[in-house]
């Protein structure tokens, strides 16, 4: 890992964290979160079409279980879901009330209305409403664990396309 060069870091024995890429984080956590409690979770069922063509192959001998595969993964991702959902709702519970009305009208109402009508709604400017978004991500980013270290950037890039 890479030396710490900004002095706040060393004095607090902290480590840079990339504030795009958690950001993008959180905003896919968030999303997921919301579709999940909008929609519920979709199962996905096994598809069991005769196939007429023959497989030629060597023996394996592996056994392969698609209906088992298919259940057991429709059960965790549900609980997993549920886990996110639960995890989401008690970081909420450590924001502010501005902040938490920020992110409800901005990620989780179904609304899909833009930032510049929320702030209106909401009484203050544009860059307060950001500055109070910006705030409850980075608290939203660490209470979920969704922090993105500035020294992992080539797995960052792969995984949240900023820009």
């Avoid at 088992?68 to 959902?85: G, M």
């Avoid at 709702?89 to 109402?109: C, F, H, T, W």
């Amino acid at each position: 890992m890479r030396k710490c060069k900004h002095p706040i870091h060393i004095v607090f024995n902290t480590v840079p964290i990339d504030t795009a890429a958690t950001r993008a984080a959180v905003e896919e956590r968030l999303e997921e979160v919301r579709q999940y409690r909008q929609i519920g979770f979709i199962r996905q069922e096994a598809v069991i079409t005769a196939s007429y063509e023959p497989k030629f192959h060597g023996p394996t001998n592996a056994i392969s279980k698609p209906t088992e595969t298919i259940a057991i993964r429709n059960v965790d991702k549900e609980a997993e879901l549920r886990e996110k959902s639960a995890l989401l709702d008690k970081a909420m519970g450590n924001l502010s009330s501005p902040q938490r009305e920020v992110i409800e009208r901005s990620y989780l109402d179904n609304e899909g209305e833009y930032d510049f009508i929320s702030c209106g709604e909401m009484g203050i400017s544009d860059r307060t409403y950001r500055r109070i978004k910006a705030s409850a991500i980075q608290v939203l980013a660490a209470f979920m664990k969704l922090e993105v270290v500035e020294g992992d950037e080539e797995i960052t890039r792969e995984k949240y396309e900023v820009g």
